[in-house]
Structures are given as structure tokens and as C-alpha cells.
């Protein structure tokens, strides 16, 4: 953890930084309220409660068994919510076949607590870039073409709405 942050974070949102480099799905899905949600831009749509956020942390490590974040700056926006700004790095999945190759990326995720719980997280980075450099020949690929690949890579590997 940055050490400038933390004064400015909070227990629980060191907690699940921890928990997810540490890849512990189960100390992460503790962290969050059973009525909680979990979004980012990468999802095709929110997970909304423990059984679906599980399933969510369960994919993701299992399809990026080296993703980490970096934490970068922590700031409190309100009483309860939190933003955290971090580098993504690992070996990404083979999508399609292809790829499996280095990744790093920017992004930040803002965390809205209630009794000490994750109530939602919001979670925001360049999926696609992401996607390009595990996969460089989707840098020649318009945009729209790009992401149809990752959507089709999502629904071959069960990730539904």
C-alpha cells in the first residue's frame, strides 16, 4: 500500500486490496453486504449479492491467476466512499486462443461502505486496452470488432449479464 494513503483509506478497503492480491475469495465476498454490488467496466453488467460476487472473483482468478493491483493514491470523497486509483498487472488469459502474455493497466475503483461493509464498488479501466496487449493482433481491429471478441471470450467462458 501506498503509505502517503493510509490515513485517507479505510480498514475495509485495505482489507480487500489485500484479499485480492492475495486472490482469497473468500475474505474478499466477507467484505461485501449480502445486499452488495460489484461493477466494473469490464463486467457485461453488475453482480449483485455474495453468491454472484463469489462467482465474479472465482472467473477472474481463475482466468488471471496473476492479476495484482498496485495501489497508487487513496482519497475519501464522502464520509463512506472511497476512491482508489491502481495499476492492474499479470499474464492475461488466452482469449480466443490467443494471448496469455503481459498486461498493465491504469484504473481506480471507488468503494461505498455501510457498517463497515461493502455496499457497492464501482470499478473503472480500459478493458480493451487491457485486452489489446494480451492479444496484439486486436490492435488492428476497429474498436467495435475488438469488442465483440472480448464479449464472445466472456460468454464462451459463462460470464453472463
Known sequence: MN???????????RQWITAFNAHDVEALVALYAAEGELFDSGMPGPRRGKSQIENWFRWRFRSTPTIAYTEQTTSRREEDTFEVTWIASGIGP????????????????????KEQQIWRQQGSYDHLAVIRQIVPILNALPRAVAEWIYSLYLRRNGVKQ
Open 3 to 13: 503509505e502517503n494513503a493510509a490515513g485517507l483509506s479505510h480498514p475495509t478497503v
Open 94 to 113: 488466452r482469449v480466443l486462443g490467443l494471448g496469455g502474455k503481459p498486461f498493465q493497466s491504469p484504473g481506480k475503483s471507488v468503494f461505498v461502505l
